[in-house]
């Protein structure tokens, strides 16, 4: 208990035992003398006995020296020095505890979850590791001395660019919980040097620039130059005899190199440090000397381009042949070299004994990017290490496992069959025997039923199918292909797991209904709960009298005690009020405006897109617009004044998207400058939205809009974390939207529209459907120019607009009533502060089950049977 008070005051930033503070405020006059004397003063008490084994240095002296060293600095230090100096001292002690995990893992050879993801949205590391790693105290004290507070120098520190929006959020989530948990298990993915983009605004409109993250180095990985693999693509596949037995041998046109780099993942007050390990592009040969001479200065860095553009940019657009080429290369490329990597250390302890495999090993397909897996492992085990066909599908299958992150069935990752042959000749005939193994066991299987149904339902299950759209193309269909080589499928909330088992993959559910399974997802509750927003936290660890509801969110469940009480109401509206503060001065940095502190800061944050429907909340704010306007002064003064918010990336191909980024930017500009109305109501869209940003939003929201069309969002996670911090939700039955409401309590969660179960009726009969007139109004004054760009807004009220059959996909008009008439009530409910805050504190209260500690305990024990392996502290 002693030490874990002592981290709830760390937390808190009160004084700990040791008399220091995690974010201790500078109050000397001249933080340029401070600096150059504090660094004087460590490096005079820093030991440099002779002969000795030299002590640690201090954390202030270890920061001088990296500085010194490494950067070739001397006092009057930047906060970017400030930042490069503790990161590297702090990397130290990240890989001593690294190396003692992993060599006792090493020993102890455990089973491995081996988490395989596309991408990892990880944010900022310096502020989780040294919380984690339970430093914040001597290196807060540290960074004080030097003239600075941990929460600036956190600031200079660039967001890796490995992730876009929840799917890699929830792997670097998933990352940290299985650190937390002790379990043995690493991520796998690419080291984008670019990221997606970084977004900026240009006249209103979405542009998309490099993000060039590693331009200062990157403190945080450990490049590792005696783990590399080759990995091949396109060329031919011959049939050859090797000691009388027919095999095939695949001869790829093109190799690359992969190049580990090595993340470590520090779990919080536990010894054990997991890994990331990501993976770059280099070529074979560095420079073509030869075509240089020659004159041929292209060709002379060609091969290096090459290779370099399969991990320069996540997601890059696939609207062209060449971009649906590369896409498939990065999927292939990272799942290839993480494959090696594991066999190759199993080989090296367990020799060819595969069976074990199975026993040692299990891989996490997240979502059907890296599905390749399955054909991989296979050639893998039949081509590279000699196993029959039939051992080797035995192993594939109950290795891998797979998540689905969508319910939109024309998501499902579908290639074409000429793409997949070209570049991987070899995987594709792999895909070609399996097709044809599960079609015949299809036919057994179906022998009850005859004829033309018979092959319909083994044509609609088949891997390998007709293009519905161009009947002359046929497609790989890579769900189809996980589920059929991997031991368990499963969806990442209540409603859309069951929409996976009774619509998705309906087909394949009911011939493996034991395979299915859901995994509600989680956030981890330490970066989004307990790190971001240190100054609740340190109240809920005061209520509930100790902080172990960090690694235990169930305990949050205590402050349903204090949800009513005034006093504690008055407190925790306090901290609310300084994390708005704190948006709104980055909403003035972004912007120039300063925006009314008092006003419900309403937010939605999240990918761009059509399902998500940042359209239907933007109509909600014009035409809460338009009913001010229309009031009287003294009618005004009775309206809830609303700061929004909308954040996001528009995929660079999603032309839809950006038209709404475009709408959004168009109506903040009108309403902004309105005179009459500008202190009732903002709206700003905030561009370039990651995790730092999300870590400045999320705790300052008092209102957050989870608003998809019911049955369209899989999980969501921002939900979660906004639930956490005690945000009310405006949201439709959808998603993980209806767990939080059973969790928080549905009548304290604002609840509107249609119901998944109506969504095929209600789009058959659309063209059918009277729209509200007040829809109708909006519809024209878009039309009309009222925010200008008319033409370039013309195809957005065309895709909502009655006229057109098919139109209006995501039902807006049908939810749209329902969604005024919610916001009406969340008006209502935010002049009662005294109820408002009672329902914030019931949010926190019921978030225990969002903890990604949760899912992952899941996981282990019904899909991976994986065990806790902690190291000795």
């Known amino acids: 208990m002693a030490q874990r008070q002592l981290q709830a005051n760390r937390v808190a930033g009160a004084p700990a035992s040791s008399g220091r503070q995690v974010f201790p405020r500078v109050t000397a006059p001249s933080r340029g003398a401070l600096r150059i004397s504090a660094v004087a003063e460590a490096e005079r008490t820093a030991p440099t006995t002779r002969g000795s084994t030299p002590a640690v240095p201090a954390p202030t002296a270890d920061i001088a020296n990296k500085l010194r060293y490494l950067f070739g600095r001397n006092g009057d230090y930047t906060s970017t020095d400030a930042y490069q100096g503790t990161a590297w001292s702090v990397r130290e002690k990240l890989i001593d505890s690294f190396n003692k995990t992993h060599e006792f893992w090493k020993k102890e050879d455990p089973k491995f979850i081996y988490y395989l993801s596309a991408e990892f949205l990880m944010g900022r590391s310096l502020t989780n590791t040294v919380f984690n790693l339970g430093l914040d105290g001597e290196y807060g004290a540290a960074l004080t001395e030097l003239g600075y507070r941990m929460e600036e120098v956190a600031d200079a520190e660039r967001d890796a660019a490995l992730g876009n929006g929840g799917l890699g959020r929830l792997a670097a989530c998933f990352l940290d919980s299985m650190a937390t948990l002790d379990l043995p298990g690493w991520g796998y993915g690419i080291r984008y040097k670019y990221g997606m983009f970084k977004q900026g605004l240009k006249n209103g409109y979405q542009v998309e620039m490099p993000d060039i993250w590693l331009t200062k180095g990157n403190p945080w990985e450990v490049r590792r130059d005696d783990v590399r693999f080759e990995v091949g693509f396109g060329g031919r596949v011959e049939r050859r005899k090797v000691n009388g037995k027919e095999v095939s041998v695949w001869s790829p046109s093109e190799r690359v190199i992969a190049q580990a780099y090595d993340n470590p993942i520090p779990g919080f007050n536990t010894p054990t440090t997991s890994n990331l390990r990501l993976w770059d592009a280099l070529p074979l040969s560095e420079f073509d000397l030869s075509a240089f001479n020659a004159g041929d200065y292209d060709r002379a860095m060609l091969e290096r381009e090459r290779a370099e553009a399969i991990s320069a940019v996540l997601y890059p657009n696939d609207s062209?042949?060449?971009?649906?080429?590369?896409?498939?290369?990065?999927?292939?490329?990272?799942?290839?070299?993480?494959?090696?990597?594991?066999?190759?250390?199993?080989?090296?302890?367990?020799?060819?004994?595969?069976?074990?495999?199975?026993?040692?090993?299990?891989?996490?397909?997240?979502?059907?990017?890296?599905?390749?897996?399955?054909?991989?492992?296979?050639?893998?085990?039949?081509?590279?290490?000699?196993?029959?066909?039939?051992?080797?599908?035995?192993?594939?299958?109950?290795?891998?496992?797979?998540?689905?992150?969508?319910?939109?069935?024309?998501?499902?990752?579908?290639?074409?069959?000429?793409?997949?042959?070209?570049?991987?000749?070899?995987?594709?005939?792999?895909?070609?025997?399996?097709?044809?193994?599960?079609?015949?066991?299809?036919?057994?299987?179906?022998?009850?039923?005859?004829?033309?149904?018979?092959?319909?339902?083994?044509?609609?299950?088949?891997?390998?199918?007709?293009?519905?759209?161009?009947?002359?193309?046929?497609?790989?269909?890579?769900?189809?292909?996980?589920?059929?080589?991997?031991?368990?499928?499963?969806?990442?909330?209540?409603?859309?797991?069951?929409?996976?088992?009774?619509?998705?993959?309906?087909?394949?559910?009911?011939?493996?209904?034991?395979?299915?399974?859901?995994?509600?997802?989680?956030?981890?509750?330490?970066?989004?709960?307990?790190?971001?927003?240190?100054?609740?936290?340190?109240?809920?660890?005061?209520?509930?009298?100790?902080?172990?509801?960090?690694?235990?969110?169930?305990?949050?469940?205590?402050?349903?005690?204090?949800?009513?009480?005034?006093?504690?109401?008055?407190?925790?509206?306090?901290?609310?009020?300084?994390?708005?503060?704190?948006?709104?001065?980055?909403?003035?940095?972004?912007?120039?405006?300063?925006?009314?502190?008092?006003?419900?800061?309403?937010?939605?944050?999240?990918?761009?897109?059509?399902?998500?429907?940042?359209y239907l909340n933007v109509l909600s704010i014009i035409w809460r617009y338009k009913q001010l306007k229309s009031m009287s002064p003294e009618e005004r003064k009775k309206a809830v004044p609303r700061v929004c918010v909308i954040g996001g990336k528009a995929a660079s191909a999603y032309d839809m998207a950006k038209r709404i980024i475009r709408l959004v930017t168009a109506v903040g500009d009108v309403i902004n400058k309105d005179p009459e109305t500008r202190d009732l109501l903002r709206l700003y869209f905030l561009p370039d939205y990651n995790v730092s940003l999300a870590e400045t939003i999320i705790p300052a929201a008092e209102l957050s809009q989870h608003i998809s069309t019911a049955g369209t969002e899989a999980s969501g996670t921002s939900n979660m974390k906004f639930q956490m911090n005690g945000c009310l939700i405006i949201g439709t039955w959808d998603g993980a939207n209806i767990e939080i409401a059973e969790e928080t309590g549905v009548d304290n969660v604002f609840v509107f529209g249609v119901r998944a179960e109506e969504i095929n009726r209600l789009r058959k009969e659309r063209k059918n459907f009277k729209t509200d007139p007040r829809w109708d109004e909006l519809m024209r004054d878009i039309e009309n120019g009222m925010f200008g760009d008319k033409d370039y807004f013309k195809p957005l009220v065309d895709s909502v607009n009655n006229m057109k059959v098919g139109n209006d996909w995501f039902l807006l008009a049908n939810d749209f009533a329902a969604y005024l008439d919610a916001q009406e009530e969340v008006d209502r409910t935010y002049k009662d502060q005294a109820e408002w805050l009672r329902r914030s504190i019931m949010y926190t209260a019921g978030s225990g089950k969002f903890s990604s500690d949760r899912t992952i305990r899941e996981y282990a024990e019904d899909i991976w049977h994986v065990k806790p392996c902690r190291p000795a502290a």
Not at 382 to 407: F, M, S
Not at 418 to 434: S, T
Not at 447 to 454: F, Q
Request: charged residues 25%; glycine residues 4%; contains cysteine.
């Open 320 to 614: 062209t042949p060449e971009g649906k080429e590369l896409r498939l290369k990065q999927q292939y490329f990272f799942v290839c070299a993480s494959l090696q990597d594991v066999l190759s250390r199993f080989k090296a302890v367990h020799g060819s004994s595969w069976d074990l495999l199975p026993e040692k090993a299990c891989f996490q397909l997240n979502d059907t990017h890296p599905t390749i897996a399955v054909a991989e492992l296979m050639r893998l085990l039949v081509d590279v290490e000699g196993l029959d066909w039939e051992a080797a599908w035995t192993i594939t299958t109950k290795c891998l496992n797979y998540t689905n992150h969508t319910v939109m069935p024309e998501a499902l990752e579908k290639w074409p069959v000429k793409v997949m042959a070209k570049m991987l000749p070899r995987h594709m005939e792999i895909i070609e025997v399996i097709n044809e193994g599960w079609t015949k066991w299809l036919s057994g299987h179906l022998k009850d039923v005859k004829g033309e149904e018979k092959a319909k339902r083994i044509a609609a299950m088949s891997i390998i199918h007709e293009n519905p759209w161009n009947k002359e193309e046929m497609l790989v269909n890579m769900a189809y292909l996980a589920v059929v080589g991997s031991s368990a499928v499963n969806g990442v909330a209540a409603i859309h797991s069951n929409i996976v088992k009774d619509e998705i993959l309906n087909d394949f559910y009911q011939i493996f209904p034991s395979k299915f399974q859901n995994k509600t997802n989680g956030v981890t509750p330490r970066r989004w709960l307990a790190w971001c927003n240190p100054e609740l936290s340190a109240l809920i660890t005061e209520a509930l009298g100790s902080d172990e509801w960090i690694n235990d969110t169930e305990k949050l469940a205590g402050l349903r005690a204090f949800a009513s009480d005034a006093a504690f109401q008055k407190r925790w509206a306090a901290v609310k009020a300084a994390k708005k503060a704190k948006l709104a001065a980055l909403i003035k940095k972004v912007h120039g405006d300063d925006v009314n502190q008092n006003a419900l800061f309403d937010i939605q944050i999240k990918r761009i897109h059509e399902y998500k429907r940042q």
